[in-house]
């Protein structure tokens, strides 16, 4: 393989993509009704009653009720948007400093998730992610 052939498709590649995002920028961010459609269009079986906006409009965290023991995360990558209904084995690490929480997961797809979130909303994720990860502790100590 001939290494300026592959060092110049990446930047060709690189440039493209960097036009289209300035020619067609994302100009709808994500929203309740969006977060909705795209959650039971995913999960059809989902039930919860909050939807925690990250503040950027890119991101929303989705505490479940149905199904049990879960987590609903959406997030908007481009024009689409990329549902994921995740358990505690999914979630590798969280981090949270100040506004922001980072979903670490075990997807090489998209390995980190950033949310920015007030004090309210905030509270509410992590008591959503620890009541995941406590009923996994229980589970492994049965």
């Given amino acids: 393989m001939n290494i300026e052939l592959t060092i110049g498709s990446l930047l060709a590649i690189a440039a493209l993509a960097w036009i289209a995002g300035r020619l067609f920028p994302v100009t709808k961010p994500l929203n309740e009704e969006r977060v909705i459609r795209n959650l039971v269009r995913y999960e059809p079986d989902a039930k919860f009653d909050e939807i ?13 009720l149905a199904p ?22 999914e979630i590798a690490a969280t981090r949270i400093d100040h506004a922001s929480l980072t979903i670490v997961t075990q997807d090489f797809t998209q390995r980190e998730v950033k949310l920015f979130l007030s004090e309210k909303p905030m509270a509410t994720a992590r ?4 009541a995941i990860t406590d009923t996994q502790e229980t589970r492994h100590a049965a």
């Fill in 52 to 64: 925690l906006l990250s503040e950027d409009g890119q991101t929303a965290f989705v505490p479940l």
């Fill in 127 to 130: 008591k959503a992610l620890n």
């Fill in 68 to 89: 049990e023991n879960t987590i609903g995360l959406l997030h908007q990558l481009g024009d689409r948007v990329v549902c994921r209904i995740m358990g505690a084995s």
